[in-house]
């Protein structure tokens, strides 16, 4: 007997709602947040600078600067590599608007190329049809913690004189093949908002190999200033600073670094616990009305950052969106990554796009579904989640 999902007035699987997309904080955070306040350095200081080089350590690319988000990294990124106004920049719509919007505010325009349907990342064959002579960069986003194709991304870049900075909100633990994601590319932005594989809050980080391209960037994230600007007021003694550029203020401070030098050490036990949950969740959603996706680590290692389910609409008798309530209503919160950027109106109007020119994305857009997924969650939460899915995806089960 199937029974009777919350929203047609039966039981709930749970009692009280969960929260889609909590973080995983501790007391080592918490003393670490009050150990900075009491420092009285708040702003950004020695922490932040600790924290920049065991993050640019993990990763271990040669340089790194953080920031106060993802956005404002690939902003920097962007404008660092001498991205102007009438450039274009190549990227995929299946992201969060970040990635475009940083785009535009770079003065340049986004160019969308459609995904691959099995793994929502940017399809590399569709690449070389868009370049134009504007084109100067690539932009790939590590979709949902999966590492892009990236052989192919850096031979066209080559072949075409183009520059790849890489969208790895998703994807801190990711490697392509045996190369960590944060090494690759000319620059890679990393995300640390609240909901992303570790918090400072806000924050955010680009590595890279190029001293020139990361010493750019530290000057544009504090306005422009030539010096290590926080030492000014140090025991040194005062130092003036010149003002070399119209920069921006996207410093880090060390309130989040205190955040992020613990969650930094909690990154690997993190990682192993999502991917225990990963594996419950794909054994038991096997034979439910999904579409399937290529296996996680086909190209190397995916940081599974999001779990997403593609419904068959084809096997069920109601759409998403009645999917989405279904499971609110059982008391499980759920997201949508994302609605394709080329129906968003801004970027639609903007580039005059249309849902046939993006097949792929359109096809998930209207699919997609993401459910509770992080190591916050506790087993008794992992089996509502399993428990919600398989009651809801059964219960409108075609034939
Ligand atoms: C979260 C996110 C961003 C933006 O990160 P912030 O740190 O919030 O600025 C950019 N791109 C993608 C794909 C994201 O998911």
Not at 199 to 217: D, H, R, S, Y
Not at 258 to 271: D, R
Request: aromatic residues 10%; neutral net charge.
């Amino acid at each position: 007997m199937k029974s009777k999902p919350a929203i047609e007035g039966g039981k709930p699987v749970r009692d009280s709602f969960l929260v889609f997309g909590q973080p995983d904080i501790s007391d080592d955070e918490l003393n670490e947040v009050i150990d900075t306040i009491r420092s009285k350095w708040i702003g950004t200081g020695p922490k932040t600078h600790k924290f920049q080089e065991e993050f640019r350590k993990y990763i271990g690319a040669k340089y790194a600067h953080a920031t106060n988000s993802c956005t404002a990294a690939l902003h920097l990124s962007l404008i660092a590599a001498g991205i102007k106004p009438g450039d274009e920049v190549i990227t995929t719509p299946m992201t969060f608007c970040a990635t475009a919007n940083a785009i535009i505010h770079a003065g340049a325009t986004p160019i969308f190329v459609d995904i691959d349907k099995t793994t929502l990342n940017i399809d590399v064959n569709k690449i070389e049809e868009k370049i134009t002579k504007k084109t100067k960069a690539i932009l790939p986003v590590h979709f949902a913690g999966r590492p892009c194709n990236m052989d192919k991304i850096q031979e066209i870049a080559k072949k075409y004189n183009l520059v790849v900075i890489e969208d790895a909100a998703h994807a801190i633990e990711a490697y392509y093949k045996n190369k960590k994601i944060g090494t690759i590319g000319d620059l890679t932005c990393f995300s640390f908002y609240v909901t992303k594989n570790m918090t400072t809050v806000e924050g955010g980080m680009v590595t890279g190999n190029n001293e020139e391209l990361i010493n750019k960037i530290r000057i544009l994230s504090l306005h422009g200033m030539d010096k290590d600007a926080w030492k000014r007021y140090s025991d040194e003694g005062y130092k003036h600073y010149m003002v070399v550029e119209a920069g921006f203020k996207y410093n880090m401070t060390d309130i989040q670094a205190s955040f992020g030098l613990h969650q930094l050490k909690k990154i690997n036990e993190n990682f192993e616990k999502r991917k225990k949950i990963w594996k419950m969740y794909d054994e038991a959603f096997a034979d439910l009305p999904l579409i399937k996706l290529a296996n996680p680590d086909d190209s190397g290692l995916h940081a599974r950052h999001l779990y997403i389910m593609i419904l068959d609409l084809g096997r069920l008798k109601v759409n998403r969106d009645y999917i989405l309530e279904a499971l609110t209503k059982e008391n499980i919160g759920v997201g949508v990554h994302y609605i394709s950027l080329h129906k968003h109106p801004y970027y639609k109007n903007l580039l005059n796009l249309k849902d046939d020119d993006f097949p792929n994305s359109s096809f998930i857009s209207d699919r997609t579904i993401s459910i509770p997924f992080g190591s916050y969650l506790s087993d008794r939460d992992v089996e509502d989640v399993i428990n919600a899915v398989r009651k809801i995806l059964t219960f409108y089960w075609e034939g």
